[in-house]
Each structure stands twice: as structure tokens, then as C-alpha cells.
């Protein structure tokens, strides 16, 4: 392993091996930890069918749960985020059934979306690319799920993980906004190994990974949009030997995302001077 590549794997928290079962108990004390910890009487997560807010929603639950049994106060809220009707709604559908959650509300938010569009063109006289529309839909699932933690004394649980924070692939302060990420130091992998080991269906643990942000493309995958396989990022991210024009473009991606994962940058800050 190369010495950029240690630093990087040090900095993701990515295990070449977990137990699942003990993961599991791991990430749900920290959130019932937390919950306690800052008083907050709610958790709040958008499910959009994949794996990892499939994942993260259940660890809620479970936490929710385990709060409850020690005579706490706390449930969970799962927000379906839908973009009118989602093309793959059957899958959201199986992800919600399998969580289980305390709550479930449906937040479509074609509309707010559509009147932020009109506002763009009629205040910038253009019209907002399908990709930059994309990050608006992000963004307001985003304050959704802010407004619903506001209402019920809540944190914004986030789904970010060692394989998209390495890449950046996430939308500033849209799914990348949140309070609490109970999926970091995981990788891809792992995150569907846990979800095996928790006994969601097959169809759910395995779902090809998508962003579903932009209107003219529905369900284009990850892989297709970074050009680079979860199964690269993750054999990287757990210290193995991948291809060095594939080390190349994981390590250019994760200098070029450095102002993603940190605070807004400020004139104390000089990292990004390298
Ligand atoms: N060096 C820097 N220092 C400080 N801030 C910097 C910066 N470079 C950009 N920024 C800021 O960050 C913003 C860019 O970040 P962000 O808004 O997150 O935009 P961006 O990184 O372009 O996209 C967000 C993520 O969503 C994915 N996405 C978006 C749309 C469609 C699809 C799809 O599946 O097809 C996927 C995309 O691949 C990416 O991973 C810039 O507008 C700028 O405000
Ligand atoms: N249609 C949606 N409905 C509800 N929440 C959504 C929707 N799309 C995105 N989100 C929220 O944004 C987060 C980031 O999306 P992302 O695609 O990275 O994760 P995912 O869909 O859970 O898993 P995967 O990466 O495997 O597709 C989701 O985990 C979810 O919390
Ligand atoms: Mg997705």
C-alpha cells in the first residue's frame, strides 16, 4: 500500500474485515449514546430504497427501540423524499416494510422543486441544468427532513459513508447535511453485509446503487457517474492493491472533495493550500 494510500485509508476508518453482529450493536449504542447524550427526543431519515438509508433506518429503529426499552423517549421518522412517483418506488416500498419505522410520512418534493426552477429562470433569465437540479433536489430533501427534526425535537441522521466521503460523491449540505452519520468508517460492502446479517431481502441488501438525481437520466448508477466500481473503492479502501490508474483517480477525487468534508473554510484554515 502506498504511503497516500495508508493516510487515506486511516483517515476513511475502513476495517478489512468486520463482524457484522457486532457492528450492529456498535453503531446502535452510539446512537442511543447520542440521543441521550444532547436530549433529543427524534430521529429523521430520508429513505429513497437503496442500501445505505435502508441500512441507517434501521439502525434508527433499532435505537428508537432500544431507547424505549430503557424507559427513554425517542422514535424514529422515515421520510419517503419522492420526486413525483420514483421510478423504482416498489423498491422504497420493500426498504420501508423491512425498517419498520415508528413513523412514516411521504414528502414529495416535485413541487418545491418546480418553484424553485421557475424562481431560477425568472431571476437569472436561464434555465438550471438537469445536473445542478439534481443538487437542488438533495438540497431539499435536505430541509425537509430539517423542518420535520425541528418539529419533533429531532436529529438529521445521514447516510455518508467511507466509500462516498472518499469520493465526495454526495451534494454539499443536501445529503451531505445532516447531524449524525451512523454509517462512517464503512465501506459499500459492508454496508450490504450488514444488512444481510440484519435479514433484509436479498433484492434490498443487493440494489445497484444510484444517486436519482437528475430527470433526463432516471437511476443512473454511481458507477456510471464516477466512473470508478464500488468494488475498486472498496478493495482500496480496505489497504488491497487496485490498479494505479484506478489509486489515481480514488486519490484525485479525494484531494478535489476536501472542502466537502470539513467546516466551511475560514481564514484561520491552510489545508487547502496542498
Ligand atoms: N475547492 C472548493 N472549496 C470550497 N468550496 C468549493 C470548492 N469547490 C467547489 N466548492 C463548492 O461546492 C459546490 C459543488 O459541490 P456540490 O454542490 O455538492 O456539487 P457536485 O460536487 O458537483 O455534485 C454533488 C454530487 O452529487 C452527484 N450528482 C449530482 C447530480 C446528478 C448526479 C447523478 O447521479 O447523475 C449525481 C455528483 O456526482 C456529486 O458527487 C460548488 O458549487 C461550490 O459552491
Ligand atoms: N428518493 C429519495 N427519498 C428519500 N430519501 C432520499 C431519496 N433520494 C436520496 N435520499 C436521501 O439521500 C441519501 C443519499 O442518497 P444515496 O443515493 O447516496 O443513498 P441511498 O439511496 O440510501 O443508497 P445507494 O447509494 O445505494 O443508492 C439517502 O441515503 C437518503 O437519505
Ligand atoms: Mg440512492
Same mark, same amino acid.
Given at each position: 500500500m502506498s504511503e497516500l494510500q495508508r493516510v487515506i485509508v486511516e483517515e476513511m476508518g475502513v476495517a478489512p474485515?468486520?463482524?457484522?453482529?457486532?457492528?450492529?450493536?456498535?453503531?446502535?449504542?452510539?446512537?442511543?449514546?447520542?440521543?441521550?447524550?444532547?436530549?433529543? $427526543?427524534?430521529m429523521v431519515l430520508?429513505?429513497?430504497?437503496?442500501?445505505?438509508?435502508?441500512?441507517?433506518?434501521?439502525?434508527?429503529?433499532?435505537a428508537g427501540e432500544q431507547i424505549r426499552s430503557q424507559g427513554g423517549r425517542a422514535s424514529f421518522h422515515a421520510v419517503r423524499l419522492p420526486y413525483d412517483v420514483q421510478h423504482d418506488e416498489?423498491?422504497?416500498?420493500?426498504?420501508?416494510?423491512?425498517?419498520?419505522?415508528?413513523?412514516?410520512?411521504?414528502?414529495?418534493?416535485? $413541487?418545491?422543486?418546480?418553484?424553485?426552477?421557475?424562481?431560477?429562470? $425568472?431571476?437569472?433569465?436561464?434555465?438550471?441544468?438537469?445536473?445542478h437540479r439534481g443538487n437542488v433536489k438533495a438540497r431539499i430533501r435536505?430541509?425537509?427532513?430539517?423542518?420535520?427534526?425541528?418539529?419533533?425535537?429531532?436529529?438529521?441522521?445521514?447516510?455518508?459513508?467511507?466509500?462516498?466521503?472518499?469520493t465526495g460523491f454526495f451534494t454539499k449540505y443536501g445529503d451531505g447535511g445532516a447531524d449524525v452519520l451512523p454509517l462512517f468508517t464503512l465501506n459499500k460492502r459492508q454496508v450490504r453485509q450488514i444488512l444481510h446479517h440484519l435479514g433484509a431481502p436479498e433484492a434490498v441488501a443487493e440494489k445497484v446503487p444510484t444517486a436519482d438525481l437528475l430527470d433526463g437520466i432516471p437511476g443512473r448508477t454511481d458507477e456510471d457517474e464516477l466512473g470508478i466500481s464500488y468494488e475498486d473503492l472498496d478493495d482500496?479502501?480496505?489497504?488491497?492493491?487496485?490498479?494505479?490508474?484506478?489509486?489515481?483517480?480514488?486519490? &484525485?477525487?479525494?484531494? &478535489?472533495?476536501?472542502?466537502?468534508?470539513?467546516?466551511?473554510?475560514?481564514? &484561520?484554515?491552510?489545508?487547502?493550500?496542498?
Open positions: 474485515q468486520i463482524d457484522p453482529a457486532e457492528e450492529v450493536i456498535r453503531r446502535v449504542d452510539f446512537l442511543v449514546d447520542y440521543m441521550a447524550a444532547v436530549g433529543a $427526543e427524534s430520508g429513505i429513497s430504497g437503496g442500501v445505505d438509508s435502508t441500512l441507517a433506518g434501521r439502525l434508527c429503529q433499532l416498489a423498491d422504497a416500498a420493500a426498504a420501508m416494510e423491512f425498517i419498520s419505522p415508528d413513523h412514516a410520512h411521504t414528502f414529495n418534493i416535485a $413541487e418545491p422543486v418546480r418553484g424553485f426552477d421557475a424562481a431560477y429562470r $425568472e431571476s437569472l433569465g436561464a434555465e438550471l441544468s438537469d445536473y435536505m430541509i425537509a427532513q430539517y423542518a420535520i427534526a425541528g418539529e419533533h425535537r429531532g436529529v438529521v441522521i445521514g447516510t455518508d459513508h467511507a466509500a462516498e466521503s472518499v482500496y479502501l480496505e489497504g488491497r492493491e487496485v490498479p494505479e490508474t484506478v489509486a489515481h483517480a480514488i486519490e &484525485a477525487r479525494w484531494r &478535489a472533495t476536501r472542502h466537502k468534508r470539513t467546516t466551511p473554510v475560514s481564514i &484561520a484554515d491552510d489545508w487547502w493550500r496542498n
